[in-house]
């Protein structure tokens, strides 16, 4: 093993490959400790990193396969007396979809994304409408953008005004 570091003494040898031995531990702890804390992330969304991410559960998972049978109005009053906006905001939203596709200008389907609707509407106006309350929709709810009050009374507005023009 001397010769192979280029040097005579054994023992500074031993202490070269001590450090290297170390050395390469230390990195193997840390790559090991990455992984547990990305696999953690990926499992969990935000995990421990981030903000506590608004898992759907199981009634919110069904309330967008029964969409049409669902009563948003309801749903949004709820959500706005517990002060939940954001919640509101997404009720909203999906209040919108349903109109959308009882006025048959969309048609609805649980896996389509928000840019397969809007590239189904024909109406350019209804268009524009459809992807400011889009973004507004992206933002607060997957962007976990709290809203208060008054940005909430802003957002609400908007989607009236859409669902009117339907």
Request: hydrophobic content about 40%.
């Amino acid at each position: 093993i001397s010769e192979f570091f280029g040097s005579k003494s054994t023992s500074k040898t031993l202490n070269v490959l001590e450090w290297i031995i170390k050395i390469v531990g230390i990195l193997l702890i840390v790559f090991v400790i990455y992984k547990i804390i990305m696999a953690f992330i990926n499992e969990e969304g935000n995990w421990f990193f981030g903000k506590k991410s608004d898992a759907l559960d199981i009634a919110s998972t069904d309330l967008e396969q029964n969409l049409l049978e669902t009563d948003f109005d309801i749903l949004i009053m709820d959500a706005v007396k517990q002060k939940e906006y954001r919640l509101a905001i997404r009720y909203y939203y999906l209040k919108t979809l349903k109109k959308l596709s009882e006025k048959q200008h969309i048609q609805w389907n649980f896996d389509k994304t928000n840019l397969q609707y809007y590239r189904e509407l024909q109406n350019a106006e209804l268009k524009s409408g459809f992807k400011h309350i889009s973004y507004l929709y992206d933002y607060c709810w997957y962007g976990e953008f709290d809203l208060n009050e008054q940005e909430f009374l802003v957002g609400e507005k908007s989607f009236n005004n859409f669902i009117k023009q339907l």
